[in-house]
């Protein structure tokens, strides 16, 4: 498989923490110019619960995305097949949606539409390690499941995005 054949799955916290932290529009407005274009080249895209996770916050990423080129990828038959098929695979894959505070309810569906896709896993998440742990995170279920992912730094190196500082002036 080629650079350009690869496809990418977006968690939530990949857009979320970009905005409001590292790239955001007022600092690297570039960006998310990049972004729309690989999501217009049906390069990366997200599943239809991280985009409502994300627009449900009427917000200035809420009115980016609502706008942007990314593709939303509903559910189907198919991606609730992979769904039942990671929950199948190991017991400890029910610990990756929190329901005691009704977080992290898209993440099984990322790495769903990521195997019915044959896609890489974008996400901020970083593996569990503890042995003890009773938590679990999306790329501890990705390797379980021998899906790749990666950040989005990793992200930004496989589509070649480069940035180029400018000073503004007024």
Known sequence: ?????KLYCLDANVLIEAWQKYYSPKVCPSYWDILNYFGVQNKIFMPELVYEEIVRTDDDLSKWLKNSGITIRKIDEQ??????????T??????LVDNTKARSLADPWVIAHAINEKAIVVTKEEKVTALNSKRIKIPNVCENMNVS????????IELGIRFKCEIVTK
């Not at 498989?1 to 054949?5: A, H, S």
Request: proline letters at 3%.
């Open 1 to 5: 498989m080629g650079i350009n054949d």
């Open 79 to 88: 991606v609730t097949k992979c769904l039942q098929d990671i929950y199948s």
């Open 90 to 95: 190991n017991p400890i894959h029910k610990f």
């Open 149 to 156: 992912w990666i950040n989005d730094f990793q992200l930004s």
